[in-house]
């Protein structure tokens, strides 16, 4: 029966968010028949609102951003802390200030908070072991919201004596009254991101919690005080800037999270023991966190549940393991063993595939075009080519009328080299996709791509 109320409660959160919109906005979103999946609202002074979904994202109408739509907003929510971050009592929306050199507001995001139930079950054998763990991911994937429902079920699932850090007021939203998506949990709120750490050692200090519940470790007093409260026997639910384990593990700040790496020198005999070099890295302690989560998406995790003996295998260069844990259509989760790669040997993978890649890659050399615009219409027209300053290994050269007309020594040896010259009448971004479409036309065009395969072809033969 409470959780019915709680769905019910956050099913009327979005009213909430969208209620502070100047109503020509509003309606908008709400002609949009997938807004229940709306992720963020951006609104940049003088320019088009512009809303974002989980895959796509879309501009709204056809009249800019003023200044009055700003203070509207501004005018119906809290203030801005020292993060420039405000919200929606009694609502888990969080809205973000951008400002100019003299600090007034010019624009905002919008960022909608929801607690979305199950999102646990993925972890929960994790949660319930008392280990403590630390979810990673890119931001949007679900870390803060899982991160909420952990102190849920911590704090009335499982009777904890719970206390949810909460710096931005991101898990337990706006006001002094915690949002009920956490639970019976406990908020210490943080008055400026500076001071979370000291906050996360008082709350040990003075409330006597069975369970932290932490967002955003992103400094090395951060890290520190995590050790601490690990260390007191208290367990620790967090997260932390990172995608992967092994990106933490290359972070200096927050690598002690998972032990600390340090650089030892081995003896002849031991080197060669090991198959290794003399100088190698070693974990410097016992990690922090018992268990990190990589989130992949909302549905889907990547778990190493013993850390020590991931970080281990990852610095000697071993095959990592892990669980890789997804909820399928019934909401069930399935799990399946996971061996992941070193970073050796994914760099190997990478720098083959990146080799293969550049094989299939049409050659350009430019002169007079500019370089960072061409790169950039590639990108968007999703064409495989790379720019070289290599002419003996050009596809094509690339090049402006201006500078075609002065006839210089580079034009002149492409010509003598038989090399095909393409010319824009300007660096235009226009021209340039324009040419792409040219050389690298549709499929059904199939003597055009004849001919770019005898380019890439004839370019091999030369140069192997």
Not at 68 to 91: H, K, L, M, P
Not at 97 to 110: D, F, K, P, W, Y
Request: aromatic letters at 4%; glycine letters at 6%.
């Amino acid at each position: 029966m409470v959780k019915t109320d709680l769905q019910r409660v956050v099913a009327d959160d979005l009213d909430e968010l969208l209620g502070i919109l100047p109503s020509r906005i509003c309606e908008l979103i709400y002609q949009k028949t997938n807004y229940n999946e709306l992720l963020e609202i951006v609104m940049d002074l003088g320019r088009l609102p512009e809303v974002r979904f989980l895959h796509q994202e879309f501009i709204l109408g056809s009249e800019e951003i003023t200044s009055a739509d700003i203070d509207y907003i501004v005018s119906r929510i809290s203030q801005f802390s020292g993060d420039n971050r405000a919200g929606i009592e009694r609502t888990l929306h969080r809205i973000s200030a951008m400002r100019n050199r003299s600090g007034r507001i010019i624009g905002l995001t919008c960022r909608v908070g929801r607690a979305v139930f199950g999102t646990v079950k993925i972890i929960l054998d994790l949660v319930e072991s008392g280990q403590s763990v630390l979810l990673l991911g890119c931001p949007g994937v679900g870390k803060t919201t899982m991160l909420r429902e952990v102190a849920r079920v911590l704090a009335d699932d499982l009777k904890k004596r719970v206390i949810v850090i909460d710096t931005s007021n991101e898990i337990a939203g706006d006001g002094d009254i915690p949002h009920p998506a956490i639970g019976h949990a406990r908020r210490m709120q943080v008055a400026t991101p500076a001071m979370q750490h000291a906050v996360m050692i008082e709350a040990v200090e003075n409330h006597m919690p069975e369970a932290i519940i932490i967002d955003e470790i992103g400094t090395e007093l951060e890290a520190q005080a995590a050790r601490t409260i690990a260390e007191r026997g208290v367990q620790l639910v967090g997260t932390a800037h990172g995608n992967t384990l092994e990106n933490l593990i290359m972070n200096p700040t927050l690598s002690d999270l998972i032990g600390g790496i340090q650089t030892v020198t081995l003896g002849d005999e031991e080197a060669k023991r090991r198959h290794t070099q003399k100088s190698i890295l070693e974990r410097k302690a016992p990690p922090t966190f018992d268990a990190v989560v990589e989130i992949l998406d909302y549905n889907k995790v990547v778990v190493h549940p013993n850390v020590v003996s991931a970080v281990d295998a990852i610095l000697h260069h071993q095959s990592v393991p892990g669980e890789l844990r997804w909820l399928d259509e019934a909401g069930e989760v399935q799990v399946k063993e996971l061996t992941t790669l070193h970073e050796g040997n994914r760099q190997e993978n990478d720098d083959r595939e990146a080799k293969e890649a550049d094989e299939e890659a049409l050659h350009i050399y430019i002169f007079g075009v500019n370089r960072s615009l061409l790169q950039k219409c590639a990108k968007e027209e999703k064409r495989n080519l790379r720019i070289i300053d290599d002419l003996k290994q050009a596809d094509i050269f690339l090049t402006t009328r201006s500078y075609y007309r002065k006839k210089s020594q580079r034009i002149r040896d492409a010509e003598m080299t038989g090399t095909s010259i393409y010319v824009l009448r300007n660096n235009s971004i226009s021209q340039m996709k324009q040419c792409l479409g040219v050389v690298f036309p549709p499929d059904s065009e199939s003597g055009y791509i004849h001919r770019l395969q005898n380019l890439i072809a004839k370019r091999r033969e030369s140069v192997y």
